[in-house]
């Protein structure tokens, strides 16, 4: 198995090998269970995590990183905090990073200037880049996950989802799998320097993915297709401040613009598979919408 692996054992009660943060998230949850399954020693960081960690206090990031050789770095979308991060990680004796970047970094506009995300994605690639470490990144698509567990939930509880997408399609691509190939980053050699992009085995609409959401349940769900002005001002009714429903509107642009429905190959080339479904996802997950 994996060298960082075997070296961690012998001391598996007292010595946390690898650093998880975001650990209690979408996909850092699923990395936490895929390494502990592997008999792997962990600490998962977050505020409410096993291990105190905020983003926006530095006095927490020594102890998250104290005897760390791994780091699944999940970013604070917005803030420009990765790269002193990555610093100080190198400083600490870290060995490996992987980090999880977004999809179009790459792709002149996709993001829009009002989107922040794209600027800690931007920053965040060019510090792992620049670290002198081993370090994988991976672009994820839509995160199926959205739907169960994520910012379409409540949505999809109610019965409507009201969103700017137009008839555009995504390839959702499942958490397991990006969790799958961030376990391997981590513990395997031969993923050091690789960018990998994931997504799902097909692109669905959004109104196709509501679909089988409702089959499956036996819901009532429909999508309900906005201008970004409108699907603006209905949040900002709802409470939300103008700047993050903005933001919101300019993440799900891309896909009204065509740009997210391709098909990646990043799980094929870290795996050696394919991808899963999104209705293999949707049938997994059915019981957190009949809750």
């Known amino acids: 198995m994996a060298r960082l692996i075997r070296s961690g054992l012998a001391g598996l009660m007292t010595t946390h090998r690898f650093l998880v943060t975001g650990g209690t998230g979408k996909s850092g949850s699923h990395v936490v269970s895929r390494l502990r399954a592997q008999g792997a020693p962990v600490r998962v960081a977050s505020r409410t995590g096993e291990s105190a960690f ?17 780091v699944y770095l999940v970013p604070l979308d ?41 600027a800690t994605h931007v920053d965040g690639e060019s510090a792992v880049r620049a670290s ?3 370090w994988t990144i991976l672009r994820p698509a839509w995160f ?15 019965g409507e989802l009201r969103l700017p997408a137009g ?25 050091q320097g690789e960018t990998y992009e994931l997504s799902g085995p097909r692109a669905l609409t959004i109104a196709e993915a509501v679909a ?22 209905e949040l900002t009714e709802q ?8 933001d919101y509107a300019e993440a799900v642009s891309p896909i009204r613009r065509g740009m997210d429905a391709h098909l990646s190959d990043g799980v094929w080339r870290a795996l050696g598979r394919q991808p899963r479904d999104f209705t293999d996802f949707v049938r997994a997950a059915a019981r957190t919408w009949r809750d």
């Not at 179009?104 to 794209?118: C, K, L, R």
């Not at 409470?239 to 903005?246: D, F, K």
Request: glycine share 12%.
């Open 54 to 70: 905020d983003w926006h206090d530095r006095a927490t990031w020594d102890t998250a990183l104290d005897g760390v050789k791994a």
């Open 78 to 118: 917005g803030h420009l905090l990765t790269r002193p991060f990555v610093e100080r990680a190198v400083k600490l004796g870290v060995e490996r990073l992987v980090l999880l970047s977004g999809r179009g970094v790459d792709v002149p506009g996709y993001s829009g200037e009002a989107n922040s995300a794209g």
């Open 132 to 134: 002198g470490i081993d």
């Open 144 to 158: 199926a996950q959205n739907f169960s567990e994520g910012i379409f939930r409540d949505a999809v509880l109610a």
């Open 167 to 191: 008839n555009g399609a995504a390839s959702f691509v499942d958490a397991v799998d990006i969790a799958a190939v961030a376990v391997a980053a981590l513990t395997e050699d031969g993923h």
């Open 212 to 233: 089988e959401i409702a089959e499956a349940t036996g819901r009532s769900v429909r999508y309900v297709p906005l201008s970004p002005g409108r699907f603006v001002s």
């Open 239 to 246: 409470g939300w401040p103008v700047v993050e429903a903005e």
